[in-house]
Structure formats: C-alpha cells, structure tokens
C-alpha cells in the first residue's frame, strides 16, 4: 500500500504565507513525479507546482514567483511553500505520485486526502 499524507493547510488573511508538506510511505521502489494540485469549489481540478519526471519544476503562471516547490528525496517528500497568498488561492490542495512499487511495476498515479487552504481577504 501506498499513502500520500498532506499537513500544513489551515485559514490565512490575504498576503500570509503557509507551507504544505506531503510525505509519501508504504511500498515504494521510485518516484517518477510528485507534486501539488487544486481544486476550487466548482471548477476542475489544476496543477499548482510539481516536480516532473525529468526532476524540473513546473508552476501555475497564477502561483510563479509566489509558491516554491521543494523536495526531501531520503523522506520521499514535497513541500508547497506559499506566500503573498490571495483569496483566489482558496482550494483544496491535493498532494500527487507517480510512482513505481517494485522494478517491475508500471508507473502508478497517486493521490493524498487534500487539505483546506482558506485566505480571506
């Protein structure tokens, strides 16, 4: 089994910051992509920060030079820090694997619980 587990969200005022943090446990041989996504009341789900398969990093235009995405690659985890953060940031953030469980297994998607970011304004 694998687990993502998301912490760090919570209620901010407008220009705050939060981290989110996402630790990826269980049986794991290698991660290929982690990363963030989120989800506002009544629109599709987006990508917001995520480390691709090739170890670069992709941001939301709506996030670049606000949000930076970090790794701990011994704890497979990923952290979100977020600043200058805006009412429309508002979402529930979902953490994301792509990840092999064994040398044989075929790359498989994952994804956390999310977790409530609120900024008021």
């Known amino acids: 089994q694998v687990q993502l587990v998301e912490s760090g969200g919570g209620l901010v005022q407008a220009g705050e910051s939060l981290r989110l943090s996402c630790a990826a446990s269980?049986?794991?041989?290698?991660?290929?992509?982690m990363g963030w996504y989120r989800q506002a009341p009544g629109k599709q789900r987006e990508l917001v920060a995520v480390?691709?398969?090739?170890?670069?990093?992709n941001y939301a235009d709506s996030v670049k030079g606000r949000f930076t995405i970090s790794r701990d690659n011994a704890k497979n985890t990923v952290y979100l820090q977020m600043n200058s953060l805006k009412p429309e940031d508002t979402a529930v953030y979902y953490c994301?694997?792509?990840?092999?469980?064994?040398?044989?297994?075929?790359?498989?998607?994952?994804w956390g619980q999310g977790t409530q970011v609120t900024v008021s304004s």
């Open positions: 480390f691709t398969g090739g170890g670069s990093t």
């Open positions: 269980g049986n794991i041989f290698s991660i290929n992509a």
């Open positions: 994301n694997a792509k990840l092999k469980r064994t040398t044989s297994d075929p790359l498989r998607n994952y």
